[in-house]
């Protein structure tokens, strides 16, 4: 419908040019099939029990991807524990659709908010065993 008005518009010539670069009436598009979901991406930090306090920054930094339920949700500074699967994802900043840089992300599927019951390190139970074992 919209290229029938289009070209309805151009003389003759440009008609047959433009033509050219349409999409044939087979062709459609399934935007019934789309879904837009609000991520945002995270940058996460292991934290470590302190002498000085009860927790200090680790030395690890990961990329953590939350989606539309967990956005704007918790504020900078936060202890949480993540509940969370890595996966192979873009670079978040690639600039050009032909980038085939990757990174390991954390793909977040739950958080549990730590800052008020744990208020020491004993509070919180510490593994580096993973979940499925």
Not at 62 to 67: G, I, M, S
Request: hydrophobic share 40%; charged share 30%.
């Amino acid at each position: 419908m919209c290229a029938e008005r289009y070209l309805a518009g151009l003389a003759q010539e440009e008609r047959e040019m433009a033509m050219r670069f349409l999409p044939r009436s087979k062709y459609r598009m399934n935007d019934e099939e789309l879904r837009y979901i609000d991520v945002q991406y995270l940058s996460v930090m292991d934290v470590v029990p302190d002498g000085d306090g009860p927790w200090s920054i680790g030395q690890h930094v990961w990329t953590a991807v939350v989606d539309e339920d967990f956005v704007d949700e918790y504020p900078v500074g936060s202890l949480v524990r993540l509940h969370a699967t890595v996966h192979v994802d873009h670079l978040p900043e690639r600039t050009f659709d032909k980038d085939t840089r990757r990174v390991m992300i954390l793909r977040v599927e739950g958080i549990e908010m730590l800052d008020e019951p744990a208020t020491h390190f004993d509070d919180v139970t510490w593994t580096s065993e993973p979940s499925w074992r």
